[in-house]
């Protein structure tokens, strides 16, 4: 069945509907002969694509490539580098443990010893009263000392000289001031008084025999074996070798 050209080429506004008084109404009637025999239209080339658009750039992946390889490298050195600096610095520090580790653990060891050997000397200045109360208890001869003139009265003397002979007469005599008497003392004093305490009391206590030894012989037993690692010689303060 062959197709009817003019149905092939009929425009699309000849399907519309139209209406009277609008504005389909008003547009001219399309001639279908002349559009069938129209010539095909002609192929325009393709334009150029405009300046500054769909341009690729080709050099972004040269220049991260290039990048990435300049930060590897830099990475490496510096590894490298890091490397070389700890190991200069672990080798200086056991140069400074074979030097120091000797005289520094066997000043400990030295140090602690002299410590528990050493002694806590002072004297302490001590003032104070002292409350005294007791019964003194008094039975012995002695001589006392008239402080004044004494009468006695009724007193019985004898009285022998060249003209006057007197015996067991009863008299009132006068004992002088300053006068010796002996005299004996049997009697109980009683004491309650207090005593003034001015004096420096000298104190030594060895550390040895005290709580402080303990603690002083531990340390120095935790540093003796360090310190024979490093001079198997070791001797203590009376020449004795601490290595066993």
Not at 26 to 42: G, I, R
Not at 135 to 160: A, F, P
Request: proline letters at 9%.
């Amino acid at each position: 069945m062959a197709d009817d050209p003019n149905a092939r080429n009929l425009s699309p506004l000849a399907n519309l509907p139209k209406k009277e008084g609008g504005a389909g109404s008003a547009l001219p009637k399309l001639d279908n002969s002349k559009q069938s025999a129209a010539p095909p239209p002609t192929k325009t080339p393709p334009l150029p694509p405009p300046k500054g658009k769909g341009v690729k750039i080709t050099a972004g992946p040269a220049l991260w490539t290039t990048g990435s390889v300049f930060s590897l490298a830099l990475n490496v050195i510096l590894v490298i580098i890091l490397l070389f600096v700890s190991i200069n610095l672990y080798r200086a520090r056991l140069i400074n443990i074979t030097r120091i580790g000797p005289e520094l653990l066997g000043g400990l060891y030295v140090n602690f010893e002299k410590m528990d050997r050493a002694h806590i000397t002072s004297n302490i200045p001590v003032e104070t009263t002292i409350p005294v109360k007791f019964d003194l208890q008094l039975n012995q001869q002695t001589n006392v000392v008239l402080s004044q003139d004494v009468k006695i009265n009724g007193v019985r003397i004898t009285v022998n000289t060249g003209g006057l002979n007197i015996t067991n007469a009863v008299a009132d005599i006068v004992l002088p001031k300053g006068a010796t008497l002996p005299i004996f003392l049997n009697l109980t004093v009683p004491v309650d008084t207090t005593v003034p305490v001015v004096l420096d009391v000298a104190v030594d206590i060895p550390l040895a025999k005290t709580q402080l030894h303990e603690p002083f012989a531990g340390l120095r037993d935790v540093v003796g074996p360090l310190y024979c690692l490093f001079k198997s010689d070791a001797q203590d303060m009376d020449g004795k070798g601490i290595c066993k």
